[in-house]
């Protein structure tokens, strides 16, 4: 496989792992290295393609072991180097290589496993990849010829010589000079999908012949012209961690940087204007104003693919996902039009059969007196009161511009019916351990100001917010708030199975009136005597169960807040199937527990949204609290007593954010997608010998596409287009999978409605509407042309972070692993229509930095468990990452490598585009850099910073002074200091949570938080490399095609 489990990953039942009776052998010679390689095929030997194999054993595992007895050459190309000019085309990315080295020298066999009856590409599963070199000695690269056969490489040179790019032709086309090429001569009409680019050769996987000597015909390879630029240039060393088993150099590998960055440049000053069957939106990580027309914008709904198949099996041909990315409650971009407002008996009502809202892709008829719905194919009649009468032959209401329901994407509906306003409950532990601690001192005083900030703020929703106070230990104390009362009345509650509440007036009051009452009480909680004194901890669920009854006794949503300072214990019976180790049968450790489950549920239809604060959390042993908060809408935040300056200020601002985030309310999610039109023929014979003629009767229509799954941080249920949620905000992003279920039609598209029904914080019920209409083809070509690398990696990583409650995680990798194969394999086969070599890598000129990002995905530490990963660590990431939107999780999962000015000056201020590749190679000991993470900011220090910098940054002049780990900026009157706290104060407001910043000294003991992050990189957990993995990719993928 391309990761090997580290020591705490545990084998789970049913993964096949590798047999101890198999010999060691050196890792180094799986493979072997660029000079010992051929390229193209025998001139005897056809592609022979077969049926890809989307679902067989053999496809599903990692390329890992190759036989000793199968001799196959190896091949692969490179390509998108950012110093050398880049020929476009329209949607591929094509790379070759070509030995200078290996010309004319008889080259080795490789071995790689084959089936010896189907000879279809079956890879088994071998222990590739060491651990970090802090874990092992530094990786050593495979001694490659210069000359001679097996003598050693030059240590000076590390990579092949680079050519100038040339482009692949066709067998019975004359290869062009470069000159050519550059200029895109005649090259449209040989490759017309897309980029290509030509450099140094990597081995093919798909020779089969003992020895070979390689030859340059113009059927294969063209001859290459070396560039004198490229041979002069000074090739950066590279770090252990950086190098390729293979000889590869990363620089020329597609950059998802540079895809980014080229992104920026083309939406740089531009609107994109939201249309039906619009083109492809910018990258979520490219910020550009929207302008609705019609179509939702792409910040709220973002497919995979802005085109769909017309049918199935094109589809599960190109085997990528079909499905979108769904934000309903999506802040909106600073210059664009606020969302409209309708009123409940003002705007059209919409489909009367299967509930869809009024949107434009309904069709009127009958001069505007009935529209027909594409969502269910029926016709509904319209209201006198909302009747206008259309125009032109297309049939538009002459209101159509004056109705946001008629006109626009997206709407919002503010319904009549008016509900509780949301609530606001503060329950706090005063158990003998959290009364002896020294945190709730301070955990008073924030909450007191806080509380008395809210009081202030007349305009703000929350000034008149109802409160209530809950404290517990082993038993519940709720408090009488009621301003009739000279001071509060705390009310015990000792029998806690079933919560009695005593009273129900006074548990909730308006801020305004309880501020005083609440205050009085929080000065004292420092105070309290505990009463008893449970030394196996306090349960979580106890303080969620007693805020719940609250919510439920008095019929309104709300927030609870916990503040949690003792040791976590779980409830019910760890002996009972409900537990992880309480059954034979093998669970994940994802998995939550029914007690959770059942009490998530319960929150959910009441709408109470659980946030806890852990002040004092295990990371070793205990319950992890997590599951109820996350499923609820919520979050866990985590500290460690509170006892830094930065873990309070973290508290501080992780509580102001909690409570004064826009929240929606038992909020519910369905989604409608397109369904066709059938009519049903009947032809009624009379006696006499003549006939009827046939008359089409209207019959319900089946639908076209399905929703077959969500995937996001709520309680699943058994409909997957109906989710309900206690709570959600701007963050909240469900991952939704679509299926055929009969072909489409290409001239009237597929349309895709959400329809969110939530209350807000004042008890007003609002509909909040979503509509996305997309193209169909039945060219699976276009479909890959309208696929987005950032989108899919947002739904895989939904969609596999939830599939690890219930499949093993090696299953996961391998999965992730084999669609991306098989999708380039597909690609290769069907819409690459230049004539390129076994020995190029094709690439959809989309999804350049696809297999960046999935490589990324499987070594994460949710998939591949580490050495230092704690299980409450990988719980705690999940949860977070599950919540994001599509623009956090790929920054997530390729963080921004920012370089800092040495010296600041109104020419070379900090920028948070000019990000770098996530590599070692990138980190020059002479700079500072900052990596930029949701739930990480890194400030890595080389050890050849001008002292200059280091004074003013840090107010240090000697690097082995300046101190590793948590840090807080010196606030300096200094252009760099001010730049780059400003910088770190922009990044901040980006991210959904509070973050602590690290500073990283090169060469000390806590870079390997650095290393996590490098993705581009081996991970620490032993997770590969992106050359190799893309090595893999090619390898296994034109085996497929064999």
């Not at 440049?265 to 531009?270: H, S």
């Not at 009136?513 to 929080?522: G, K, Y």
């Amino acid at each position: 496989m391309m990761d090997i489990p580290t020591g705490n990953q545990s084998q789970i039942p049913g993964q096949n792992v590798k047999s101890a009776a198999s010999p060691p052998g050196p890792l180094c010679n799986s493979l072997p290295s660029i000079q010992d390689l051929s390229l193209g095929l025998p001139s005897n030997q056809g592609p022979g393609y077969n049926h890809l194999q989307g679902s067989s054993c053999g496809s599903r595992s990692n390329l890992t072991t190759h036989s000793s007895t199968n001799n196959t050459h190896h091949s692969m190309l490179h390509g998108n180097n950012a110093d050398q000019n880049v020929q476009q085309f329209t949607d591929a990315y094509v790379s070759s290589m070509v030995p200078a080295a290996s010309q004319g020298i008889n080259v080795p066999p490789c071995s790689l496993p084959m089936n010896e009856r189907t000879h279809t590409f079956k890879p088994q599963q071998m222990s590739l990849y060491r651990p970090y070199q802090a874990l092992s000695p530094p990786f050593q690269p495979p001694y490659t010829h210069q000359g001679s056969q097996n003598g050693p490489q030059s240590p000076c040179q590390k990579y092949q010589p680079i050519s100038p790019l040339s482009f692949g032709q066709c067998g019975n086309q004359t290869p062009q000079s470069p000159q050519q090429a550059f200029k895109g001569e005649n090259v449209e009409s040989t490759v017309n999908t897309g980029y290509i680019h030509n450099h140094a050769a990597l081995p093919s996987p798909i020779q089969q012949q003992p020895h070979r000597t390689l030859s340059h015909s113009a059927g294969n390879i063209n001859k290459l012209i070396l560039n004198t630029a490229a041979q002069d240039r000074s090739i950066t060393a590279q770090s252990p961690a950086s190098e390729s088993r293979y000889g590869l150099d990363p620089e020329l590998l597609p950059s998802a940087v540079k895809v980014m960055a080229e992104d920026r440049v083309e939406w740089a000053g531009k609107v994109f204007i939201s249309e039906p069957f619009s083109r492809l939106p910018p990258l979520a990580t490219t910020s550009c104003i929207i302008e609705d027309r019609g179509n939702v914008s792409p910040s709220i709904i973002r497919c995979t693919s802005y085109c769909v198949p017309c049918e199935g099996q094109i589809a599960l041909l190109s085997r990528l996902p079909l499905g979108a990315l769904v934000t309903p409650l999506a802040r909106q971009n600073a210059g664009e039009k606020p969302l409209p407002v309708c009123r409940e008996p003002e705007y059209v009502v919409g489909c009367g059969q299967c509930g869809a809202s009024m949107c434009p892709v309904m069709g009127w008829q009958d001069c505007g007196q009935r529209f027909s719905c594409p969502f269910c194919g029926k016709l509904s009649e319209v209201s006198w009161q909302h009747y206008q009468p259309t125009r032109g032959v297309e049939g538009v209401r002459v209101d159509k511009d004056k109705k946001p329901e008629l006109s626009m994407g997206s709407y919002e509906i503010l319904n009549s019916q008016k509900g509780e306003p949301a609530a606001l409950l503060l329950a706090i532990d005063v158990s003998a351990s959290a009364l002896r601690g020294r945190c709730m001192e301070f955990v008073t005083q924030q909450i007191h100001a806080l509380l008395t900030s809210l009081n202030r703020e007349d305009v703000d929703a929350l000034s008149d917010v109802r409160v209530g106070l809950i404290t517990y230990d082993s038993r519940i104390h709720v408090y009488d708030l009621s301003p009739a009362l000279s001071r509060p009345h705390m009310l015990v509650i000792t029998e806690t199975d079933e919560l009695q509440l005593p009273v129900r007036e006074g548990l909730l009051v308006s801020l305004k009136d309880c501020v005083d009452s609440i205050n009085s009480v929080l000065q004292l909680l420092p105070q309290f005597s505990p009463t008893c004194d449970d030394p196996s901890g306090v349960s979580m669920e106890l303080p969620v169960r007693a805020g719940l009854a609250v919510l439920q006794a008095l019929s309104c949503p709300g927030k609870l807040l916990i503040f949690h300072m003792t040791p976590l214990i779980e409830m019910g019976d760890t002996n009972s199937s409900s537990g992880f180790f309480g059954s034979n049968k093998p669970k994940s450790i994802f998995q939550p527990s029914e007690v959770a489950i059942s009490l998530a549920k319960e929150c959910v239809r009441q709408g109470c949204g659980v946030h806890l604060f852990a002040l004092s959390q295990q990371d070793v042993g205990g319950a992890w609290p997590g599951h109820i908060p996350y499923l609820t809408g919520g979050a866990l935040h985590t500290y460690s007593h509170l006892q830094g300056e930065l873990d309070r200020e973290r508290f501080s601002t992780d509580l102001k954010r909690t409570v004064k985030t826009e929240t929606g309310y038992k909020a519910e999610l369905r989604i409608f997608v397109s369904k066709g039109e059938r009519f049903l023929c009947v032809c009624v014979i009379l006696q006499c010998p003549l006939k009827m003629p046939v008359i089409p009767l209207f019959e319900p229509a089946s639908p076209d596409l399905r929703v077959s799954g969500c995937y996001g941080l709520f309680v699943p249920g058994p409909n997957p287009s109906l989710v309900t949620m206690a709570t959600l905000d701007g963050w909240t992003t469900l991952a939704v999978e679509l299926a055929h279920t009969r072909p489409l039609d290409e001239t009237r598209g597929v349309a895709v409605q959400v329809v969110l029904s939530y209350s807000t914080q004042t008890g007003d019920r609002r509909t909040r509407v979503h509509t996305l209409t997309l193209q169909c083809s039945h060219r699976l070509q276009e479909t890959f042309r309208h696929y987005q690398a950032q989108t899919l990696l947002a739904f895989y990583c939904k969609k596999m972070y939830c599939a690890v409650l219930e499949r093993p995680l090696q299953e996961l990798r391998e999965e992730l692993q084999t669609d991306l194969t098989e999708a380039l394999a597909s690609y290769r086969k069907h819409c690459c229509s230049a004539s390129v070599s076994a020995g190029q890598l094709v690439l959809p000129q989309h999804l350049r930095a696809l297999p960046v990002y999935i490589n990324s995905l499987r070594k994460s530490e949710v998939l591949l468990p580490g050495l230092r990963s704690s299980v409450h660590q990988r719980l705690q990431q999940r949860c977070q990452v599950l919540s994001m939107d599509t623009c956090c999780t790929a920054t997530h999962f390729y963080p921004q490598l920012l370089p800092l000015p040495l010296s600041v000056d109104s020419s070379n201020l900090p920028n948070p585009e000019e990000a770098l590749r996530c590599c070692g190679a990138s980190l020059d000991p002479r700079g500072l850099y900052l990596v930029h993470a949701p739930l990480t900011l890194l400030l890595w220090v080389g050890t050849r910073v001008p002292t200059s910098s280091l004074v003013e940054l840090f107010n240090t002049s000697c690097f082995s002074s300046l101190s590793s780990g948590e840090t807080k900026l010196l606030v300096l009157e200094n252009p760099l200091s001010i730049s780059v706290r400003s910088l770190i104060n922009t990044l901040n407001s980006q991210v959904p949570c509070a973050r602590k910043l690290w500073v990283v000294k090169e060469g000390d003991t806590c870079e390997e938080a650095l290393q996590r992050h490098l993705v581009e990189d081996k991970s620490p957990n032993g997770g590969a490399s992106y050359t190799d993995f893309l090595y893999h990719l090619h390898v296994s993928s034109v085996r497929l095609l064999q």
